[in-house]
């Protein structure tokens, strides 16, 4: 981060003082890269006012200069600003932006015949499509995607751009998440499978071992498809294919990173095991997917208490088939206390700000769930007082 500070300091310097307007375009690069820079370290407002900046010098160079050559590097600037706005949830404005990049990649690949940047405005459509999704624009989002992977097949089967396969794959999974939100099962499994068969060949044929927990994530993803659709000895096999590869990622690799990721597909699995009826099984899944999320919590990730509620909720409603009644309370009385703490100010800087809208929800639904089921929880040792206590917290 320094150095880009001192490159902008430097171009600064012989932009504005000495007026080396020819070198206006190498500023602006420099704040475009610190802007990435930024954005990695999650540093949105930061990378955000880099993102401007770059854009006003880009801008100014190609409508008023009418530097035509520049258009692409402004094309990538609203693109790299609508991924930030994404990140911060500004839905809206992040669409807008990434609009405006693909009008310029579109007159450039369309109009222009800028073959090249053919991959560039696929980049945009996926980035588009994926923030549509988010506002749950989905008939928008998948034509975003068709789009892109429409290019980018062209790209890889027929123009032989291999290097572009898991691009593609990853065109396919994003919109086989779109369809199976539109309830559209069967087109979702069917791209989920395109998806996981490129992954395969590019993991276990050409060794490309950086992409396993892609794959991994893709038989999860159709294990869902599949489960919603009531086929769960498919689901149940994708799930496992999935804690496979992630198991080993983690507890032979020590990829730690990836346990939340992988007590997510614990987690399915056992929901899937529960409805085939196969309740050991699936209390040996919820016991491992839960007990790596309060582990992460214990080690202060306390952004996957939403993820343990949905877990316990589970458990606490099914405790009597699953065979741990006193486990299941325990669980809730656990998730109770990180709730209430989550909702004490103090924790938030004393602000007045509620919890986030995603715990909040996942607190409600949880909390009924533990109602509902409190004759069978209070045999095994819920809490009633904490029970009566957050319940007042989530009602104020």
């Known amino acids: 981060m320094e150095d880009h500070g001192r490159a902008i300091d430097i171009y600064e310097e012989l932009v504005k003082k000495e007026g080396r307007l020819e070198l206006r375009n190498d500023l602006a690069s ?21 993102y401007g900046r770059a854009i006003g010098i880009t801008e100014e160079l190609v409508e008023k200069e009418k530097r035509r050559e520049l258009r692409n590097d402004l094309a990538m600037c609203y693109n790299n600003l609508g991924s930030a706005l994404r990140a911060q949830g500004k839905l809206t404005e992040a669409i807008a932006d990434y609009s405006l990049a693909i009008g310029i990649t579109e007159e450039l690949v369309e109009r222009e ?17 994926s923030a549509l999704a988010d506002q749950g624009k989905l008939k928008e989002a998948i034509e975003d995607y068709g789009r892109a992977i429409r290019i980018r097949q062209e790209l890889v089967e027929k123009e032989g751009r291999r290097e572009l396969r898991n691009d593609l794959a990853s065109c396919y999974n994003n919109r086989g998440i779109a369809l199976e939100a539109q ?26 071992r950086e992409l396993r927990n892609n794959l991994a994530s893709r038989y ?41 990721d992988l007590a997510m597909c614990y987690n399915n699995r056992g929901i899937a095991q529960g409805l085939e009826g196969k309740w050991g099984k699936a209390r040996e899944d919820i016991e491992k997917g ?37 486990g299941a309370a325990e669980w809730a009385n656990e998730a109770m206390r990180w709730v209430v703490e989550e909702a004490d100010p103090r924790r938030r800087g004393d602000k007045g700000e509620r919890m986030n809208e995603v715990l909040l929800k996942a607190a409600a639904g949880f909390i009924e769930i533990v109602r509902g089921n409190a004759k069978v929880l209070i045999k095994g040792g819920l809490d009633e007082k904490l029970l009566e206590r957050i319940v007042d917290v989530l009602t104020k």
Not at 237 to 258: S, T
């Open 220 to 260: 999860n993803n159709r294990g869902g498809a599949f489960q919603l659709e009531g086929k769960l000895t498919e689901a149940i096999e994708d799930y496992g294919r999935a804690i496979g590869i992630r198991e080993v990622l983690v507890e032979k690799e020590g990829r730690r990173e990836l346990r939340n």
């Open 113 to 129: 015949k800028r073959r090249e940047l053919r991959n560039d405005l696929a980049m945009c459509y996926i980035n588009r499509g």
């Open 30 to 50: 420099c704040y475009n890269n610190r802007g990435s820079a930024f954005q990695l370290e999650g540093k949105l407002k930061e990378s955000i006012e880099d």
């Open 290 to 326: 839960g007990g790596l999320l309060i582990e992460l919590i214990k080690e202060g990730q306390r952004q996957v208490i939403s993820s343990f509620l949905k877990t316990a909720g589970y458990r606490c409603a099914f405790a009597e088939e699953l065979g741990g009644v006193n």
């Open 183 to 208: 309830g559209k099962l069967k087109e979702a499994i069917e791209d989920y499978g395109r998806a996981i068969k490129i992954t395969e060949e590019l993991v276990e044929k050409e060794g490309r």
